[in-house]
């Protein structure tokens, strides 16, 4: 299995967008990405997830490129609020297997 | 729904004692799953359970860790004897059935600390 690698930290300033990108090589066509995001003391809490293209919610997009050898969580205009540690979680479905990365933590600044 | 319940929040004990851990999944969710989170190891998963099956106990780092789910509505991670090496936050999760892409659910965890 594939060992999922994301940047260790990222600092931005509020109104930015901010892009973390994840690398996740042996992706089988329908092991999803999901991503999640952790504030101090709190359980991680799920954001966006999606297996190929580009996924859109109502606080984030996914890139997933054709060759779904990374993904890109992308925060468009951050907050101060945003500042978090963010994970992404590949599901290796056929292996019965999950792996998170080892996060990036993730400051917003004014 | 009052999501994923995990007691204690907080555990402080003494090397060589056990320790139980307990977890509540949402209502209607088959996959269970109990990770362990620390500063140099990140988040690890431990062991995840399909329909109270453990389906993947590959993470659980050696004997003196179990885990059991006797029913839907709740499991147990215990340590004996416990060690401190073992202080970290142990988090539970649980997500609805289908598959193991669906978004996992959380709970508070348990900060524990091994003396």
């Known amino acids: 299995l594939a060992k999922t690698t994301q940047p260790i930290s990222m600092d931005s300033y509020e109104g930015q967008e901010v892009n973390i990108t994840c690398s996740h090589n042996n992706i089988a066509t329908n092991d999803y990405i999901t991503w999640y995001q952790q504030f101090p003391s709190q359980g991680p809490r799920f954001i966006i997830q999606g297996y190929k293209t580009k996924v859109t919610n109502e606080v984030a997009s996914l890139f997933i490129p054709a060759d779904r050898k990374s993904s890109t969580l992308s925060l468009p205009r951050v907050s101060l609020s945003d500042t978090a540690v963010y994970y992404c979680l590949v599901s290796y479905s056929s292996a019965s297997k999950i792996i998170f990365g080892s996060g990036t933590r993730l400051s917003i600044r004014p | 729904d009052a999501g994923v319940i995990q007691s204690p929040r907080h555990e402080v004990t003494e090397m060589g004692q056990e320790v139980t851990l307990r977890c509540k999944p949402i209502?209607?969710?088959?996959?269970l799953f109990w990770y362990r989170q620390t500063m140099m190891r990140g988040l690890e998963l431990l062991i995840y359970f399909n329909n109270n099956v453990p389906i993947d106990d590959s993470g659980m780092p050696e004997d003196r860790f179990s885990a059991k789910m006797p029913n839907a509505s709740f499991s147990t991670l215990k340590i004996q004897p416990s060690e401190p090496r073992d202080s970290a936050v142990y988090f539970c999760?649980?997500?609805?059935?289908?598959?193991?892409?669906?978004?996992?659910?959380f709970g508070d965890g348990t900060r524990l600390s091994i003396l």
């Open positions: 209502s209607g969710h088959d996959y």
């Open positions: 999760a649980s997500s609805y059935s289908g598959s193991l892409n669906q978004p996992q659910h």
